[in-house]
């Protein structure tokens, strides 16, 4: 267990892990946009879908 601490230390002190925490970061940020534009995507699609089906209905009539 005393290895398992000493190797966290290490990784913290070596200028490698802040480069990680930088992209662990920035990972995040794009999780966060792809999430939030997730709803305006979803709406979008879903409004084209049924101004389709609308016209192929009236199509159909």
């Known amino acids: 267990m005393k290895t398992l601490f ?4 290490q ?3 070596e200028e490698d892990a802040a480069a990680g925490v930088e992209y662990a970061l920035l990972l995040a940020m794009v999780a966060l946009v792809m999430a939030a534009s ?20 009236s199509a159909a009539g």
Request: charged share 20%; hydrophobic share 50%; net charge positive.
């Open 6 to 9: 000493e190797g966290i230390k």
């Open 11 to 13: 990784f913290a002190r």
């Open 38 to 57: 997730f709803t305006t995507v979803k709406n979008a699609v879903s409004s084209i879908w049924t101004a389709v089906a609308n016209d192929l209905s």
